[in-house]
Nanobody, 121 residues
């Protein structure tokens, strides 16, 4: 069984910073991609940022220049550094891994349980 555990959410004032972390536990053969998504109340879940196994990154336009995604392959961990936070960044943030447990498996998506980020004065 693969589990993703997120940490680092909380309440921050506009202009502040937070760093989210997501670590995978369990038996994993390889991870193809990692990413962060978010869902605000009454809205659909949306992509925030992704990073591939070779380090290629992709960001939503709304977070470019403010958020940075990175990964630690040895620890099966993905980080999201969020700077210059705005009230519209308030949402539940979910991490996502595309991983497989055995070499003969296809990759499948795994999701974390979500961590709340609230940006408010």
């Amino acid at each position: 069984q693969v589990q993703l555990v997120e940490s680092g959410g909380g309440l921050v004032q506009p202009g502040g910073s937070l760093r989210l972390s997501c670590a995978a536990s369990g038996s994993i053969y390889s991870i193809k991609y990692m990413g962060w998504y978010r869902q605000a109340p009454g809205k659909q879940r949306e992509l925030v940022a992704t990073i591939t196994n070779i380090g290629s990154t992709n960001y939503a336009d709304s977070v470019k220049g403010r958020f940075t995604i990175s990964r630690d392959n040895a620890k099966n961990t993905v980080l999201l550094q969020m700077n210059s936070l705005k009230p519209e960044d308030t949402a539940v943030y979910y991490c996502n891994f595309g991983a497989r447990r055995y070499s003969w498996q296809n990759y499948r998506d795994y999701w974390g349980q979500g961590t709340q980020v609230t940006v408010s004065s």
